[in-house]
């Protein structure tokens, strides 16, 4: 056998041993966490392509018997987080190195590189994360009462006139409050341009959804021209970038347009744009860069902000609308409290939250029940680490998989809330320097307006043909962004003097 044949036939061994020597290095010995057998190449990328993900991410930790399980898809190192402990060991106790974003072309490609949530992390996240809480930390968010309520009546007038189209009301009002909140701007109450357009550009979230495109996994695809077979991904991806480049030009110049009012109305952009346009102030301040620069900034949190209520928003009051009407016993106690505590004069407000513990703790359940994000955004390790005796290597994409009867008095102790019970709104929300900053402004509006639908109507199964209740199960749909699949169900007021609340008040 010549030298050269034996050179060639002997370098794939050098080179695996060479690997193998440079990784029990870097791993110090430690194991990966367990998991299924990774194939040669694709790794384990059958695995993410399963039907209901989040359920199959449980299975993994109960058959590997670990809170913290490890999978590899086309070389990408995936661990699912499967317990509360590793959650917040690793995404809140040690965020400075499990903060990162993976660094995909497809958030980019579809349009969402403005929003703040799915940023690499560093400077220029920062501050986007600043612009965003100084608008609504706690108190901040007690200027956005008046709306939440005025959008909460035009939620109930709605499902007076016309309860069985819950969905568009739904989705409706709420974009209407965020948009006036945040742009300034008045929607129609039907069939309002700005709501489609936004609308198409909420639906790109789909494109996140863990194992949906290759590109998530192989970068070089982005390359691939659109007519190549197999590359129809390029075109459905164009499309919702062109939207999410129209809505957020065309949404804030419109806000900004207003600002030439006499009497310009306020909003989360006019203080934004104020703040550029004044010049003395960014002189000072050597985290400000040019106006340009600041107004790019401004856009992308003015969308931001929509799409990280509008998510939690829709989903959490949809979810809410299925668990009444399977938990009869629910609603009627929190009826009860509302009867007792507001009486049947007037609507409740914000004010009555500290006397409705009750309605409080539906809050947190319905977040609970229904995770909005099942999967949760994956955050990119920046580092090497170790749990519990496993080695977690840099680069590495930590995935927290969420908690699936609906009881609110779980949250409640003596008739209280109790401040010792495990808070969803820390798997809802995300964790460490993650953590969504609008979080008091969602569950602001979820209070007021479960308190508002109580108080007023009474929730239960939809009838068939029969007059029979039909059972509807509680089903999630398969996407990053999780909705009940179905929710349908009756919607009366309570009584004729309810009736006439909803009229007076709106």
């Known amino acids: 056998m010549s030298f050269p044949l034996v050179a ?28 299924p057998t990774s194939f040669p190449l694709v790794g384990n990328l059958s695995y993410m392509r399963k ?9 993994l930790c109960v058959t590997y018997n670990s809170d913290i399980v490890h999978l590899k898809v ?15 060991a690793l995404l809140d106790k040690r965020s400075s190195v499990t903060s ?10 579809c349009g969402q590189g403005f929003q703040m949530s799915l940023m690499p992390y560093g400077a220029w996240w920062r501050r986007h994360r600043r612009a965003f809480w100084q608008h609504f930390y706690p108190t901040a968010t007690e200027k956005y009462r008046s709306v939440q309520k005025q959008s909460a009546h035009m939620f109930l007038r709605k499902l007076l006139e016309d309860p069985s189209d819950l969905y568009d009301h739904i989705r409706y009002t709420f974009s209407a409050t965020i948009v006036k909140v ?96 004044n010049q ?35 989903s959490t009051l949809q979810a809410f609308f299925l668990a009444m009407s399977l938990c009869p016993d629910v609603q009627k106690k929190a009826q009860a409290q509302l009867d007792a505590v507001v009486g049947p004069h007037r609507l409740p407000d914000h004010e009555d939250q500290e006397a409705l513990p009750y309605i409080s703790a539906i809050v947190k359940e319905a977040l609970r029940w229904h995770v909005v994000l099942p ?23 930590l995935l927290g998989n969420k908690p699936e009867r609906f009881n609110p008095d779980r949250y409640l102790d003596g008739g209280e809330l109790d401040p010792n019970a495990p808070d969803p709104s820390r798997f809802v929300f995300g964790y460490g320097r993650r953590t969504c900053p609008g979080r008091y402004f969602a569950n602001s509006s979820l209070f007021i307006n479960i308190a508002f639908i109580l108080h007023t109507f009474n929730i239960t199964p939809p009838l068939d043909e029969q007059g029979k209740a039909i059972v509807i199960e509680h089903t999630m749909t398969e996407t990053l962004t999780s909705y009940p699949e179905d929710f349908r169900c009756t919607v009366k007021p309570r009584s004729d003097r309810a009736r006439q609340l909803v009229l007076a008040e709106s």
């Open 8 to 35: 060639f036939l002997a370098l794939p061994v050098l080179l695996y041993v060479l690997s193998s020597a440079i990784w029990r290095d870097r791993s110090g010995g430690r194991p990966l966490p367990p998991g």
């Open 51 to 59: 039907p209901q993900l989040w359920k199959a991410h449980r299975d």
């Open 74 to 88: 086309l070389g990408q190192h995936i661990c699912i987080l499967g317990s509360p402990k590793s959650i917040f």
């Open 100 to 109: 990162d974003r993976e660094h995909s072309p497809l958030v980019r490609l």
């Open 182 to 277: 945040t742009y300034g701007v008045d929607v129609a109450e039907k069939n309002d341009p700005y709501i489609a357009l936004i609308e198409k550009v909420l639906a790109a979230i789909v494109v996140l959804t863990p194992g949906r495109y290759l590109l998530q996994y192989l970068p070089i695809l982005e390359y691939v021209p659109e007519w190549v077979p197999g590359a129809g991904f390029q075109k459905e991806l164009s499309g919702w970038r062109a939207a999410a480049d129209y809505v957020k030009e065309t949404l804030f110049a419109k806000s900004v347009e207003l600002l030439d009012l006499a009497d310009p109305p306020q909003s989360i952009v006019a203080q934004l744009v104020g703040k550029v346009r």
């Open 280 to 314: 003395d102030d960014r002189p000072s301040n050597p985290d400000s860069g040019s106006a340009e620069t600041e107004m790019d900034i401004a856009k992308n949190v003015a969308l931001s902000i929509f799409e990280a209520a509008a998510d939690t928003t829709f």
């Open 375 to 397: 999967f949760s955004i994956p955050h990119l390790t920046t580092e090497d680490m170790e749990y519990e005796g496993y080695f977690i290597p840099k680069g590495t994409a």
